[in-house]
């Protein structure tokens, strides 16, 4: 049990060696992203590839003596399905517990782009459509309910349209101004039924 528990000073040690390795073997390495000096993501295949896919590890205090965290949360992996993620992070754990107690985040990003294909044949891309529109949703609710009633044409009678069919000009479109009346009016209503006192010049 002793070689479980390492100082701080170790773990420091460890820590700084293993990042000066990673920036090194990564530099210009367009898929590699360094999010903090104890936490990176590497893309898996290249941008547009459907069965890309992007790996976060974190080091915890004690590692590598103990594991790091493994993520696939990232926005990125949105199209994955939760089965082929649960799928990927149980093989990586597998490879964690072989290296334990050594530095293995360039190996475990090594190991995934080795195996891509075979972590990624039960892919199916799912549509992720429905969750952003909820989440859009559920972010902006007071302007939902407006968006919908902007979407709405105004109904014309049959008069009121040969009446706006008469004003068009051969294009189709009004003479500049045709509206003005009504704007001015819109105007004057807005500002008496806010009780402000204004004069329109």
């Not at 896919?53 to 696939?72: A, G, K, R, V």
């Not at 990927?88 to 985040?105: N, R, W």
Request: aromatic share 8%; proline share 5%.
């Amino acid at each position: 049990m002793e070689s479980s528990s390492v100082s701080p000073q170790c773990s420091q040690k460890y820590f700084q060696m293993e990042l000066e390795a990673l920036r090194s073997i990564y530099e210009g390495d367009e898929s590699f992203r360094e999010l903090s000096p104890v936490s990176f993501q590497y893309r898996i295949g290249e941008n547009g590839d459907p069965k890309a896919f992007l790996i976060e590890i974190s080091w915890t205090e004690t590692y590598p003596q103990t594991p790091p965290i493994i993520s696939m949360n990232a926005f990125f992996n949105n199209t994955i399905s939760s089965a082929v993620k649960q799928s990927i992070l149980a093989k990586l754990q597998e490879a964690v517990e072989i290296h334990l107690g050594t530095a293995m985040t360039y190996t475990l990003f090594e190991y995934a782009k080795d195996n891509k294909e075979q972590f990624m044949e039960n892919h199916h891309p799912i549509n992720s459509t429905i969750p952003i529109s909820s989440i859009i949703s559920v972010e902006t609710p007071n302007t939902a309910p407006s968006s919908k009633k902007k979407d709405k044409k105004e109904q014309l009678s049959k008069a009121q349209k040969r009446k706006l069919a008469d004003k068009t000009d051969h294009k189709g479109q009004l003479p500049r101004g045709w509206n003005w009346v009504d704007v001015v009016k819109k105007t004057e209503t807005a500002i008496s039924a806010s009780g402000t006192n204004c004069v329109l010049l």
